[in-house]
Every structure is written in structure tokens, then in C-alpha cells.
């Protein structure tokens, strides 16, 4: 099922998110609306604490912009290793329309849970290495904003409130304008 992906700001993307401990069906489901969010919303990652659940569960498929790459399940991902630096242009769902320049580790180690619930170690470059890093953060209540200086935070922040705003206002009409109110429970 395709979930909602919480917006920035909002209170619940600063929260740090609890470990999962062992994979059991409700997680796999968690991993399955995930994916299927991300893919629908055209993202190469998602993590839980976007659709407002507060667990360290991440989805990343980077695959349309990188070779040889296919969808990841990471349950309790935890970066043990990393090399290099580099700069990329990130963007995030919840910031949708915004893209700015990151720094990040060229080269990251990754351990996690795998669907599953298999422990494995990933060796990660390119953009699957800056997706690794930036869905991780998202577990930590950081987003690629909190990278940035506060002038250019501010400006998406100050963004990101009008298109809410306006996402609102659109919900509301569309409840005023429904032709069934009796219907609407
Ligand atoms: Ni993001």
C-alpha cells in the first residue's frame, strides 16, 4: 500500500527512531508499502520515519541512475565504516522540488537486517553510498537540510510552509466541493 510521506518541516522527522531487533511479518509489510511508496513517488530511497513510523527500517533502489544496483531492504542499518569525502546534489521526498550540495563519505560500510532478517555487510560507492548516508540520518531525525547553512534552511523551510499551506487549502476544497457529503464519513 502506498503511504503518505510526511512533509518538512514537521515534528515527527526530528525524531530519533527505535531499533526493530528481529524481522517479523508486520516488519516485511513495513518494507513492502515502503518500496512501494518510493517507487511511486519516483524517490531511489524512503525511510520509515517519512510515513510517520518510527522504526529503523530503509528502503533504497537507486537503480534508474546506477548500474548493477536493485532494491535494498535495510532493517536496523548501521554504517561501520567509511572513506573519502565527496559532494553531491541531494534532494529528499519530504522536501520535494529542493535539491542542494551535500558533503558525504565517498565510500561507506553498511550492516543491517535484510528482509529476511538475515545480518549482511554491503560495501557502498556512488550515489548508493550518499543514499545509504542520507536515509541513515533520516533514523537519526536529521534530513539534508540540517547539512546546510541556516540562510538556505530557512528559505526551504520558508518554502516548504507555503506548498503545505497550499496542499492544505487543496484538501480543503475538495472536501467542500465533494458532491456526496452525506457519504462522507
Ligand atoms: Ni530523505
Same mark, same amino acid.
Given at each position: 500500500?502506498?503511504?503518505?510521506?510526511?512533509?518538512?518541516?514537521?515534528?515527527?522527522?526530528?525524531?530519533? $527512531?527505535?531499533?526493530?531487533?528481529?524481522?517479523? &511479518?508486520?516488519?516485511?509489510? +513495513?518494507?513492502?508499502?515502503?518500496?512501494? /511508496?518510493m517507487?511511486?513517488?519516483? @524517490?531511489? @530511497?524512503?525511510?520509515?520515519?517519512?510515513? &510517520?513510523?518510527?522504526?529503523r527500517?530503509i528502503?533504497?533502489?537507486?537503480s534508474?541512475?546506477?548500474?548493477?544496483?536493485?532494491?535494498?531492504?535495510?532493517?536496523?542499518?548501521?554504517?561501520?565504516?567509511?572513506?573519502?569525502? /565527496?559532494?553531491? %546534489?541531494? @534532494?529528499?521526498? %519530504?522536501?520535494? @522540488?529542493?535539491?542542494?550540495?551535500?558533503?558525504?563519505? $565517498?565510500?561507506?560500510?553498511?550492516?543491517?537486517?535484510?528482509?529476511?532478517?538475515?545480518?549482511?555487510e554491503l560495501?557502498?560507492? &556512488? +550515489?548508493?553510498a550518499? $543514499?545509504?548516508?542520507h536515509?541513515?540520518?533520516? +533514523?537519526? &531525525? /536529521?534530513?539534508?537540510?540540517?547539512? +546546510?547553512s %541556516?540562510?538556505?534552511?530557512?528559505?526551504?523551510?520558508?518554502?516548504?510552509k507555503?506548498l503545505?499551506?497550499?496542499q492544505?487549502?487543496?484538501?480543503?476544497?475538495?472536501?467542500?466541493? $465533494?458532491?456526496?457529503h452525506? %457519504?462522507?464519513?
Open positions: 500500500m502506498v503511504r503518505e510521506i510526511i512533509i518538512w518541516p514537521d515534528p515527527i522527522l526530528k525524531q530519533v $527512531a527505535s531499533p526493530v531487533g528481529a524481522v517479523d &511479518g508486520p516488519t516485511r509489510h +513495513l518494507l513492502d508499502d515502503m518500496a512501494e /511508496t517507487y511511486a513517488a519516483d @524517490g531511489v @530511497g524512503l525511510a520509515a520515519p517519512q510515513i &510517520g513510523v518510527l522504526k527500517v528502503v533504497i533502489d537507486t534508474p541512475r546506477q548500474e548493477g544496483q536493485s532494491l535494498l531492504h535495510l532493517v536496523d542499518p548501521r554504517i561501520v565504516r567509511t572513506e573519502g569525502t /565527496t559532494v553531491y %546534489s541531494e @534532494g529528499c521526498l %519530504s522536501i520535494p @522540488g529542493e535539491a542542494e550540495d551535500v558533503e558525504r563519505a $565517498a565510500k561507506v560500510w553498511v550492516q543491517a537486517l535484510g528482509r529476511d532478517g538475515q545480518p549482511f560495501e557502498c560507492e &556512488g +550515489l548508493l550518499i $543514499a545509504v548516508q536515509e541513515c540520518d533520516h +533514523l537519526e &531525525g /536529521t534530513l539534508f537540510v540540517d547539512h +546546510l %541556516s540562510l538556505k534552511r530557512e528559505l526551504i523551510r520558508r518554502r516548504m507555503k503545505k499551506a497550499e492544505a487549502e487543496e484538501k480543503a476544497e475538495q472536501v467542500r466541493g $465533494a458532491p456526496h452525506e %457519504s462522507a464519513l
